[in-house]
């Protein structure tokens, strides 16, 4: 498949890798109104551990195109210093801060943030066609 595009983001406390992944649909890319899915790596599954074979073959990709499904896959990186995420892990248990399992988290923001710009990129490719 070849829509899989990288999504660029700003590191900051919350382990966020430089880049993560996003597959834009056919139907999509295209001009089509989609939903939107983010799908969350396990640790050491990242792209500096095993590239974009999280994205590419848990099987996101072909149930995304049938069902026209825009993917996001953000992306965290292992880290030993503050604050430390040595195995490439999302904030399941408070390593960046103490509302690390709520929406003012730094990732849960970081995602919201990513969902709210392929929104506001689809609906101007909507509207153009």
């Known amino acids: 498949l070849s829509n899989k595009k990288s999504i660029t983001t700003r590191r900051s406390s919350a382990s966020f890798d430089d880049e993560g992944f996003i597959y834009f649909p056919s139907a999509c890319a295209n001009g089509k109104r989609c939903s939107i ?3 969350l790596h396990g640790c050491q ?3 500096h551990a095993a590239g974009d ?3 590419t073959k848990a099987g996101y990709l072909e149930v ?5 499904i825009i993917m996001i896959f953000p992306q965290v990186r292992k880290s030993l210093m503050l604050p430390t995420n040595p195995m490439g892990c999302w904030d399941w248990w408070g390593y960046s801060e103490v509302y690390y399992a709520t929406q003012k988290a ?3 923001r970081g995602i919201k943030s990513m969902i709210d710009t392929v929104q506001t990129i689809t609906k101007v490719f909507s509207e153009t066609e």
């Not at 995304?64 to 026209?68: I, P």
């Open 53 to 55: 074979v999280f994205a």
């Open 45 to 47: 599954q990242g792209k």
């Open 37 to 39: 899915h983010v799908a």
């Open 64 to 68: 995304a195109e049938l069902n026209d």
């Open 106 to 108: 730094p990732q849960m």
